[in-house]
């Protein structure tokens, strides 16, 4: 076994709160929770975000070939075309159904709903650490009681074969002995066993590699202190609202109402604002820079009657491509306007999406109160077994003392030849399991109590 002989040769000690602390340091389903944390929280800054005007900008370039439209000029073209156009857009949400108020408010219940998860997870975690290393100090205890009982068997022995070496006692007498030496070795193997076992379980809740050995710090538990008289209906009262498992099903509640809200909001028309600003530039954009006579007169028409000539001064224009820059100021253009969105039908898709939020909705509000039953159960259950534990260990403990004041007697009657071997070793053996009943019965009624005290909410320390 990985950890046998731990206890002799351990390096590292670990108390209750390192080996608590490090589980929930450790853990990889806490890491995962909390990472879920973090992409509600996410979605939270998203959603607020929407409720800020957006801005986007864009740009095309584009080249055409033979005869085209000129995008900018409309005019048909034979000729390659080098044109390009951009804009910046702005949008505001003005009216959504409060779709996005919604959205915020579900967000933040599904942020609180991680967070109690996580909770939920380390307390989780925590109780079953406080279980494993009260296992461990139970286990240990019950391998001291097994050894110590063992070293006895042994000398008990030894004393039936010195005197069954001299005549005294007989073979029947020395095989009772060494029976009694042979059990006594097994429960030393089994406590040893369940102790490496143990240890292994503890290792394994702190993510912590099973070769690295340590030994837990015992703390005073002799002592059982104050039992815990609570009723279950107080523990009840004062813990519910406060318990994760109620405080996750009451958040995963309300995140699930919003979410039949954010549905019904697609029933309403939606109303947009929208900005736009832009501009383009086309290669085929020419315009007249100067004009330049021919020195030649260019007939332009006709006098009627005479039939004499209306001449005019010939000129030739001078056209030069049109600056991209000069382009971008001739072809701005902007616009503003209004988006009216009107749900008439959709395959009625937002009415069966509202409903499938309220089969979900009422499904969490089921689920909140079977958290509530359950939780109920446990607390009653828990008030149970630590009455029960509590009547189990002054039984326990009630056998114990009259079976050592038994075994006192016998042993004394015994060893003036007043009882036989075979009373002796049932007596023996009728003492050792009423000390492991009692150490059973100490650290069960011990983690009960530790129970109520958890689900109150108070520290898990000795």
Do not use: C
């Not at 973090?38 to 986007?56: D, I, M, Q, R, W």
């Not at 069954?164 to 040893?192: I, R």
């Not at 290669?283 to 005019?312: A, E, H, P, Y």
């Amino acid at each position: 076994m990985v950890f046998s002989g731990f206890t002799a040769n351990s390096q590292e000690k670990i108390t209750l709160q390192q080996a608590v602390d490090l589980t929930l340091q450790n853990n990889l389903q806490i890491k995962q929770s909390k990472l879920n944390e973090a992409l509600s929280g996410e979605n939270l800054k998203e959603s607020k975000l929407f409720f800020y005007p957006t801005l986007n900008a864009g740009s095309n370039l584009n080249f055409n070939f033979g005869q085209n439209v000129d995008p900018l000029t409309y005019e048909y073209v034979n000729e390659q075309t080098t044109s390009a156009n951009g804009s910046i857009t702005a949008g505001l949400p003005i009216f959504q159904g409060f779709r996005l108020w919604h959205q915020v408010s579900q967000y933040k219940y599904q942020l609180e709903a991680d967070k109690s998860n996580t909770k939920k997870i380390q307390n989780d975690l925590a109780l079953t650490v406080v279980t494993t290393y009260l296992q461990i100090l139970n286990n240990q205890d019950l391998l001291t009681a097994a050894q110590q009982q063992l070293e006895l068997a042994r000398l008990q022995l030894d004393r039936e074969q010195k005197q069954f070496d001299v005549g005294s006692k007989t073979l029947a007498d020395l095989s009772q002995a060494k029976a009694q030496a042979a059990t006594a070795e097994l429960n030393v193997t089994n406590a040893q066993n369940q102790l490496d076992i143990s240890y292994l379980n503890l290792a394994q809740l702190m993510e912590r590699d099973p070769g690295n050995r340590f030994e837990v710090v015992k703390p005073v538990v002799n002592q059982l202190g104050q039992i815990n008289k609570t009723t279950a209906s107080d523990i009840y009262a004062d813990a519910v609202e406060n318990y994760p498992d109620i405080v996750l099903a009451k958040y995963r509640t309300l995140a699930s109402q919003k979410a039949v809200d954010v549905a019904r909001s697609a029933l309403y028309p939606r109303l947009t604002f929208q900005g736009n600003i832009g501009s383009g530039y086309s290669s085929n954009r020419t315009k007249v820079t100067d004009r330049v006579l021919t020195g030649r007169n260019d007939t332009i028409g006709f006098v009627n009657g005479t039939g004499q000539k209306v001449l005019t001064p010939g000129y030739i224009s001078v056209i030069e491509k049109t600056k991209f820059t000069d382009q971008l100021n001739e072809n701005l253009y902007q616009s503003v306007g209004f988006t009216l969105s009107i749900p008439i039908f959709n395959g009625l898709s937002s009415r069966i999406g509202l409903r499938r939020a309220k089969i979900s909705y009422q499904n969490a509000q089921v689920s909140e109160q079977l958290a509530r039953n359950n939780f109920n159960k446990i607390i009653y259950q828990a008030v149970t077994d630590l009455r029960a534990a509590e009547s189990s260990y002054n039984s326990a403990n009630s056998a114990y003392q009259s079976s050592k004041d038994a075994f006192n007697a016998i042993q004394q009657r015994y060893g003036v030849g007043l009882v036989n071997s075979l009373d002796f070793n049932q007596a023996q053996t009728d003492l050792n399991q009423k000390e492991f009943n009692l150490i059973q019965a100490r650290y069960n009624l011990i983690f009960r109590n530790k129970i109520i005290d958890f689900y109150l909410g108070n520290p898990l320390t000795f």
